[in-house]
Each structure stands twice: as structure tokens, then as C-alpha cells.
């Protein structure tokens, strides 16, 4: 006999409902078919996770992208974590990795959803910081540490992440204000300078012009000087700013290293920035994403 006593909540429906149909064509004697099923969810990435996770959390006005999934850990310390795809795309079960190590460790890790899509800036940063504002409050409800809620992001969640975090701790008002600011903010080779992003995929040799995502998000290239002035975390820096670590490929083509220098060389609060030696947007190889997780544990942790 097969126990489901401990199966993930996410896939209990999917139990049934293949149980169901297993039921109806007279093979339930076949233990080989129900256990081939449980094969198949249990191995699909999409829900090989914890089996205490609770997906699909809703948070703000209720939009069907504001949602998060939560992995919970074995302290009082999370991470918020933001998907990359250009603002554009994405989901909060891309588990790129650089969060991945993370699931089922030590931090409890939010997952977070927000609104993506053309000309849909800065929905993404008000999503992003009412979702920061629940993840506070959720923590207190449930005895987690509301004031060790780091926020990482990659790609473009990267900026987001970096925007949140330096927003969130000045003294700026916005619609979710928060009573913590983030422990730590980690940057995985993020935007920190739209505007120079957008001048970059327009006029540079190197760039993909297909790209140009800040174009893409933010609508029409006669809006990117406003919005980059408003949302760029290197528009943003400010001396009660979190501590901030960045990891950056030295020849990434889709946002080009000195993004992260010039970011870094303004920084005034304590920071550090790890150049990835001849790797590309997120190409950083085993060694390369182990060397990461070792750094931010300890950055998270100290």
C-alpha cells in the first residue's frame, strides 16, 4: 500500500485526480501504474521541492501574478527570492541556482511572483515591496525573524531586488511601507542603471538590439530617463542602504559588468562585489555557482 500521509500538498490533488482515473479503468490492483505516477511528480523539477512548502500565497490586491510559494527552513532567517526573464516573463518556480541550494536548508525562502509584461512599469517594484511588507508580517505571525528577511534576486530580479531593498530602508514613502528594513540584499549579475541599459542594447556593438528590456517594461524609449531616474538602484543609494553583495560576469553581453563596478564604487555602506572571470549573463558553471552559495551563506549568515 502506497502512503500519502506525507505528500506535498501541491501534489495531493494530482494523487487523486491519476488515482481517480486509475480507479475507473479497473486497474487499481496495478500498484505498478499509481506508483509510476508518484515516479513522475515526485522527479518533475516543478514539484521536486520541499514537501512542506505552500504554494501559491496570495498577497497585495489579489492579481493572479501576486502569489508566492514558501520553502520553509530550519531558522528564523529568509530570503526573499525574485525571478530574472526581463520583467517581461518569468515565474516564482524558475528556482535558478543560485536559490536553489537554498530550499529545504537553513533560510526559509519566499518565492515571489509579481506582475510581468510589456509597458507594465514599475508595477513589478510596487509588487515587490507590498510582497516584502507581507513576508514581514507573515514572519511575525509565525515566529520567524522579521528583521533577517534578506532579498536576492537575479537578472532582472536582480534589480528588483536592489531597488526594494534600497527603497525599503530610506526614508522614502511608498504603498507597503515596512517596519524592518532587509538584512542583506544579494545581486545576481542585475540592472542597476536602466537608462544606461537602454543606451547600451541601442548603441553598443555587443548588444543583442533585440533585447532592450528596459524599453520592453517600461513602454517607449520617451519614458526610460523618468522611470530610470526613479527606479535605477544606482539613482538610489543613500547611507542607511543594506549590505549589498553582487555577483557579476566580467564578459556578460547582456548587462555589461561595469553596471555592477560603477554601482559598487558608490555604494557607502558595506558591500561586495565578486567579478566572475570571463563568465557570461548567468554562465558561471558548477564550480562558479558553488564558490556563489558559499559566499552567500556566509555574507547571509555573518
Known amino acids: 500500500m502506497i502512503s500519502i500521509k506525507n505528500f506535498a500538498p501541491q501534489n495531493f490533488a494530482i494523487f487523486e485526480f491519476f488515482r481517480f482515473i486509475i480507479d475507473n479503468h479497473g486497474e487499481r490492483k496495478n500498484c505498478f501504474n499509481l506508483r509510476l505516477i508518484l515516479f513522475l511528480i515526485a522527479s518533475n523539477p516543478l514539484y521536486g521541492s520541499s514537501e512542506d512548502a505552500i504554494f501559491n500565497i496570495a498577497y497585495g490586491d489579489l492579481h493572479p501574478l501576486q502569489t508566492m510559494d514558501f520553502y ?12 530574472g526573464k ?18 529545504s536548508g537553513e533560510f526559509n525562502v519566499f518565492s515571489v511572483n509579481f506582475k510581468v509584461g510589456h509597458a507594465t512599469a514599475p508595477k513589478a517594484i510596487e509588487d515587490v515591496l507590498c510582497a516584502y511588507q507581507y513576508i514581514e508580517s507573515y514572519s511575525e505571525s509565525v515566529g520567524l525573524s522579521p528583521q533577517h528577511i534578506s532579498i536576492m ?24 511601507k515596512s ?17 544606461g541599459l537602454h543606451q547600451y542594447d541601442t548603441n553598443s556593438p555587443l548588444a543583442n538590439p533585440n533585447h532592450d528590456f528596459p524599453r520592453k517594461w517600461i513602454g517607449d524609449s520617451s519614458r526610460v ?55 557570461k549573463h ?18 547571509l549568515g555573518s
Open 153 to 176: 534576486g537575479r537578472s532582472a530580479g536582480g534589480h528588483l531586488a536592489l531597488t526594494a531593498g534600497l527603497i525599503i530602508s530610506s526614508n522614502k514613502s511608498h504603498i507597503c
Open 86 to 103: 526581463g520583467w517581461i516573463a518569468g515565474d516564482k518556480r524558475d528556482l535558478y541556482q543560485g536559490i536553489k541550494p537554498f530550499i
Open 282 to 299: 548567468g554562465d558561471f558553471g558548477p564550480n562558479g555557482w558553488g564558490m556563489i552559495f558559499s559566499r552567500i551563506e556566509t555574507f
Open 179 to 195: 517596519s524592518y528594513p532587509p538584512y542583506a540584499v544579494v545581486n545576481l549579475f542585475g540592472i542597476t542603471d536602466l537608462l
Open 225 to 279: 530617463a523618468s522611470i530610470s531616474q526613479q527606479f535605477s538602484p544606482i539613482n538610489l543609494i543613500h547611507p542607511q542602504a543594506p549590505k549589498i553583495l553582487s555577483f557579476h560576469g566580467t564578459k556578460d553581453l547582456v548587462v555589461p559588468f561595469r553596471q555592477a563596478q560603477r554601482f559598487h564604487d558608490l555604494l557607502e555602506t558595506p558591500n561586495e562585489l565578486y567579478p566572475m572571470q570571463g563568465k
Open 72 to 83: 520553509p527552513g530550519s531558522s528564523k532567517r529568509s530570503i526573499m527570492y525574485l525571478h
